[in-house]
């Protein structure tokens, strides 16, 4: 009550210390649990970016049910242009925190584009992601994809998708996609269900050229910010994108596009964004970040509630264009259970946005290795590392103690069930074998996972500008 009149007085009138005064003996007669378990916050005042993605959802929710103000904080969200800005804000202190892709924290501690120490205590979401093609490519891909009572049989495999690729370059034309950063879950994804169709998507490597990953690729990707993925794509300057909701569901409205695979067929059930914070800002604001995730499990805990009930709700929110500004119809196509692909043939996807359940917020170590595996097989790593560098860097970056503190407050106050989190983790999923190409990534071994993988660079390789050399 105290944190909730402190907040009042700033709004209604300058001299806080006499309201200051009025409030002590109010907050004393409300200290009830509730009240007595909110921390002693180093800021209150709170400045958190993010992109217009549905995933930013916990932020929105947490603002809106009031999940930030319970914990003493006052909260401004703010939309960025792109990824890149976005990443600067929380570099440069204009941001408190940021929506952010897990690629972001782990590439900016590891030098890679950015250089910069952030870390993440929240992951906010699995899946939500989806690849789309322009209809000019799906209506080449469909006579390579089996049917089944007159519709493809998912998941679809890349390899549907080669002849199309082969044919453009036999003519001379680049086959151009699109994925939202270098080191965003998009690309590697994207990437991913390239090579598991038999699709060199291209390497990263030294000098200017290098940077955009497309050294001996039969693909071309490039960098295209999320909500201009449908437009670039109509214009023809891309063939297809991977990007986050509501962004595929977009071209199937507009007519434009058709998505051809969800990430949650690619692999099921992948982490995807973080909730990202300098490092140092995490030092200087212990109980203000324990509160922030506090805040965030609560408002993850009532997206995915009672089996989805409250999403129609957020979907209402979302669509403000305040956060993401699509329109209801095109947030709630995915949202709500549903995934559509060709133009009426929606089908039942439970699982595709999922928010609290299966400990999604866990910022399991292991996941953060997945990553780091990735950035290693496409060059954006230049060198081998060995197991024990992977498993460092996670600990780094990730930091899971942070979550299971803010989670046994809760649970202590009731907000929140003991089930419900991994409290007996060693940080590390079991191996996980439910990936597109069977593969099994488990993240005690990363360099044996990175052998496994057909196509990507193998031990004592790397990338030169003319290609791949040992």
Request: proline content about 6%.
């Amino acid at each position: 009550m105290f944190k909730t009149l402190q907040h009042a007085s700033r709004k209604l009138s300058p001299t806080f210390s006499s309201v200051k005064k009025l409030a002590a003996p109010f907050a004393l007669l409300m200290a009830s649990s509730a009240y007595a378990e909110m921390l002693d916050v180093e800021k209150d005042e709170l400045t958190f970016g993010f992109i217009k993605l549905t995933d930013m959802a916990p932020l929105a929710i947490a603002a809106e049910k009031g999940f930030f103000e319970d914990e003493g904080l006052f909260v401004k969200l703010e939309a960025q242009a792109n990824w890149k800005v976005l990443l600067d804000g929380v570099i440069d202190g204009k941001l408190d925190g940021a929506h952010m892709l897990a690629g972001q924290p782990l590439g900016a501690t590891i030098g890679y584009g950015t250089s910069a120490h952030i870390v993440t205590a929240f992951s906010m979401d699995l899946n939500g992601n989806g690849i789309t093609v322009s209809n000019e490519i799906w209506e080449q891909m469909k006579g390579n994809i089996p049917h089944e009572n007159g519709k493809p049989v998912h998941p679809i495999s890349a390899s549907a998708l080669k002849p199309v690729i082969e044919k453009y370059r036999n003519e001379g034309k680049p086959f151009n996609m699109g994925m939202v950063f270098p080191v965003s879950t998009h690309n590697y994804e994207l990437r991913y269900w390239l090579a598991a169709g038999g699709i060199n998507p291209g390497y990263y490597g030294p000098g200017a050229s290098g940077n955009v990953g497309q050294i001996a690729g039969d693909t071309l990707l490039s960098v295209t910010p999320p909500p201009q993925m449908p437009a670039t794509m109509e214009a023809g300057t891309i063939y297809g994108y991977c990007v986050g909701e509501p962004w595929n569901q977009q071209a199937v409205f507009k007519g434009i596009g058709v998505p051809v695979i969800t990430d949650y067929e690619i692999w099921k059930n992948n982490p995807e964004k973080v909730f990202g914070v300098n490092s140092k800002w995490a030092e200087e604001n212990p109980q203000t970040h324990l509160a922030v995730v506090k805040a965030l499990i609560r408002a993850a805990i009532w997206l995915d509630e009672n089996n989805n009930a409250n999403r129609k709700e957020a979907v209402k929110i979302l669509s403000n264009p305040n956060y993401v500004g699509a329109d209801y119809e095109v947030i709630a196509n995915s949202m709500t259970g549903t995934f559509e692909y060709e133009k009426g043939d929606k089908r039942e996807v439970p699982d595709f946005n999922v928010f609290f359940r299966y400990f999604a917020n866990y910022p399991y170590y292991s996941d953060a290795i997945w990553y780091l595996t990735q950035m290693r097989r496409w060059g954006q790593i230049a060198e081998d590392k060995p197991d024990s560098w992977y498993h460092e860097t996670a600990k780094k970056v990730y930091k899971p103690d942070v979550y299971l503190e803010a989670a046994k407050l809760l649970v202590a106050e009731g907000k929140a069930k003991k089930e419900d989190f991994p409290f007996d983790t060693d940080g590390y999923r079991a191996p996980q074998a439910e990936f597109i190409d069977n593969i099994t990534f488990d993240g005690r071994e990363p360099n044996a996972y990175l052998a496994k993988l057909p196509i990507g660079l193998k031990a004592g390789e790397k990338v030169t500008s003319a290609g791949v050399t040992k």
